[in-house]
């Protein structure tokens, strides 16, 4: 993991005291909300229904056991006794209170965390592949270089208060686990026909109001050069992004409007000037020195488990659910070890949440197996990297009795949802209860196996932080005349074959969108051609016609 | 409006001129870009120092090529949420080499002075009551910085390696 030196801690140190300077500012009045907002928002602090709301940064999603017992402390101290991990990697705590707030962050300070940029019109906390320095399909680990972005945009003078947020993701792997296509700008290990690595940098994706999947701005930017190429990237958008409209100022409508060949040639332009410059060039000994701490643990020379399945995954371990086994547990680059994905979605729970004593015995597991990393997941789960298989009934046993092992990864009751109108002043209806009654519908285990991949998101509200549009099944919350409505899409994927979902029609109410899930679920498995076709599949071979023609069901057909 | 240049209290030599008022007998003269394309050279003629004041939408590549001749460029920021002057002032800077002044006038917060003077804004334009203490706190408030930009100071890198 990467370690503070004296320069990193001295700069979030300072930065709490500036963030404490402002807090004073603000409560004496000498700042008006209007001029707070932006200062608090670009610390991770909003405010939401019924509190203020703290969201920290986990940096590329990787925290410490330390840093975990810490965040336990805050959610104990300061909080109601839980957090809540998101979509962006980052936590969030729903009930702090604003004169706390710098204690907080100093509090963080003491483990290497911070708030900085998880909020605001600025380039926010970088997002990697949950899996990354394990997975068995990765070129390399994405974490140096997120690792490196983060530094280069942490106060960023001249990119500070850009027309609107800027989310960058990172991934090193053949299969896509961050969505990179979905946003602002992300980043892609990959090789070059010298056999190379460097970067494949994609613009313009984005969710909400007006969904788009982003495309290439370049092909292949070499390692030395990638801070200077973000830079032209980030200057074409500061000066031209839509500053006129909110709901068209983040770079995907700029990205739309220029189109990829004027974006591709404006941004070389200031490529190759801030390139030859030099200032920016990141050296070979940077990347090494970097690199050097996100180097994996020394893995044992372990045997493979001779039950292993065609993927390289055991399936069948004494003492470990096979359920786990099928859908919590992946490959692993390593012999012997597998990664293990941690299910924040028990049936009934609420998405993403975890309470202090979860995370204070998971830390506590961690140090008894000698893990030194835990990952939060854009998918809001937790995953353990590097677990020797021979371990997994020991971790299996500790997981349950912690509510921690439910064998649903990848299934329909893992869900993402958006915090919604429980919490969230954006939101135009509650994700949390649907989320649950969704769950609870198909919490059946076998009957969720015999579904098989099917990922559903949930937003509250247009902003889609619930995914909606990249979901296999996504549903948006929207409010008619005071009612809550949801509408159902279908087909989306956030994946390396990212799509937008479609809209299926009119909205359902809240009593009734669980049956027209169930409705379109029961649907697809007539449809599909064999276990093996996952919903997505057979929704991009048949088209949405047999789903719209059951989802409403005979009595909505009628009132429509 | 009073002004801070290099870290002090200045007298302006500067009158901003709005498009159709005469100009001053003895100040130099800022002035709209608009203004400027149309006279600039009964401007330059007068002999006295020449300053420009660009929308936040008005890209300074625009005044490439006269820059040598100009004294200073205004930039306003008419919200303080709009971030594109920290753009121009770099760009001012580092792609076309101005050494003349670089004016911050607008509505600007003290928390964004710091990134302001890192690219390349060296004059403020504040208001009444703004202590020049305050000023250079806000200077002062992050001792390091991770990137370099148009101010030229040692990154955090570059202290890492000595």
């Keep these: ?560 | 409006m009073p002004l801070i240049r290099g870290g002090q209290f200045v007298d302006d030599p500067f009158f901003f001129v709005p498009d159709g008022k005469a100009y001053p007998d003895e100040k130099g003269a800022i002035v709209t870009l608009a203004r400027f394309q149309g006279e600039k050279e009964t401007l330059f003629a007068r002999g006295l120092p020449v300053g420009v004041r660009l929308a936040s939408s008005e890209n300074p590549q625009v005044l490439k090529a006269d820059l040598p001749r100009i004294a200073a460029v205004v930039l306003e920021f008419p919200r303080f949420r709009d971030g594109r002057p920290f753009s121009w002032a770099r760009m001012l800077r580092t792609r076309f080499a101005f050494k003349g002044e670089i004016r911050a006038t607008g509505d600007f917060l003290y928390d964004q002075l710091a990134s302001m003077a890192r690219t390349g804004f060296d004059a403020f334009e504040v208001r009444q009551d703004f202590a020049l203490d305050d000023f250079r706190r806000a200077l002062a408030e992050m001792t390091n910085v991770y990137q370099p930009s148009a101010d030229g100071r040692r990154t955090i890198r570059d202290l890492r390696a000595g």
């Design chain 1, 1 to 560: 993991m990467y370690r503070y030196d004296e320069f990193d801690a001295r700069f979030v140190a300072e930065r709490v005291e500036q963030f404490r300077g402002q807090v004073a500012r603000r409560l004496t009045g000498e700042l008006t909300e209007d001029q707070f907002k932006p200062l608090r928002l670009m610390n991770g602090l909003y405010l939401q229904l019924h509190a203020y709301m703290l969201r920290v940064a986990v940096p590329y999603g990787t925290l410490s056991p330390k840093q975990l017992r810490m965040l336990a402390h805050v959610a104990r101290k300061y909080d109601k006794g839980y957090g809540h991990f998101t979509t962006r990697q980052n936590i969030q705590f729903n009930w702090p209170r604003l004169v706390d707030v710098p204690d907080i962050l100093a509090d963080l300070a003491t483990v290497e965390m911070h708030a900085i940029q998880t909020s605001g019109n600025c380039i926010r906390n970088v997002t990697a592949d949950h899996f990354a320095g394990a997975a068995a399909d990765e070129i390399e680990d994405p974490r140096p270089i997120a690792e490196i972005i983060r530094q280069w945009s942490s106060l960023h003078p001249e990119f500070s208060f850009l027309p609107r947020k800027f989310k960058i993701a990172v991934s090193g792997a053949a299969h896509d686990r961050a969505a990179l296509k979905f946003h602002d700008m992300a980043v892609e290990i990959v090789r070059n026909g010298a056999g190379e690595t460097g970067y494949r940098v994609y613009v313009g994706g984005g969710m909400g109001r007006t969904p788009y999947v982003g495309y290439v701005v370049s092909d292949f930017v070499a390692k030395p050069d990638i801070l200077s190429f973000l830079e032209a990237v980030m200057r074409v958008y500061n000066e031209q992004g839509r500053r006129d409209n909110l709901f068209k100022a983040r770079i995907k409508i700029l990205a739309n409007a220029l189109g990829a060949d004027e974006m591709r040639r404006q941004v070389a332009v200031e490529f190759e000037e801030i390139r030859t410059s030099g200032t920016l060039t990141v050296p070979a000994e940077e990347l090494a020195r970097i690199d050097a701490y996100f180097a994996p643990p020394e893995f044992e020379d372990l045997p493979d488990d001779p039950a292993d399945g065609a993927d390289g995954m055991p399936r069948d371990i004494p003492g470990v659910d096979p359920d786990f086994l099928a859908t919590n547990v992946h490959p692993h680059r390593a012999k012997g070890y597998c990664i293990v994905t941690i299910s924040l979605k028990p049936i009934g729970g609420v998405p993403g949440d975890a309470t202090a004593e979860q995370m204070d015995a998971l830390a506590d597991l961690m140090d008894e197996h000698g893990m030194a990393e835990i990952r939060v997941s854009h998918e809001q789960n937790l995953v353990l990297p590097h677990v020797r298989r021979k371990d997994l009934p020991a971790i299996h046993a500790r997981l349950t009795e912690l509510g921690l092992a439910t064998p649903n990864a990848g299934l329909i009751t893992d869900i993402i949802a958006c915090p919604g109108l429980d919490y969230c002043d954006l939101a135009n209806a509650r994700s949390i209860p649907i989320a649950q009654k969704i769950a609870e519908r198909f919490a059946d285990l076998d009957r969720q196996h015999h579904i098989g991949e099917l990922k559903i998101k949930i937003s509250g509200c247009i902003n889609a932080c619930g995914h909606h549009h990249a979901g296999h099944i996504g549903i948006l919350g929207v409010d008619k005349k005071g009612v809550e409505f949801y509408q159902l899409q279908l087909g989306g994927s956030g994946a390396e074959d990212a799509s937008i979902g479609e809209i299926l029609g009119p909205g359902f109410g809240k009593d009734e969108i669980a049956d027209a899930v169930e409705r379109v679920v029961e649907a697809y498995l007539t449809l599909r051609q064999g276990p093996d076709e996952r919903f997505l599949d057979t929704y991009r071979r048949v088209g949405i016609v047999p789903f719209k023609n059951v989802a409403y069901g005979q009595d909505l057909h009628a009132a429509y």
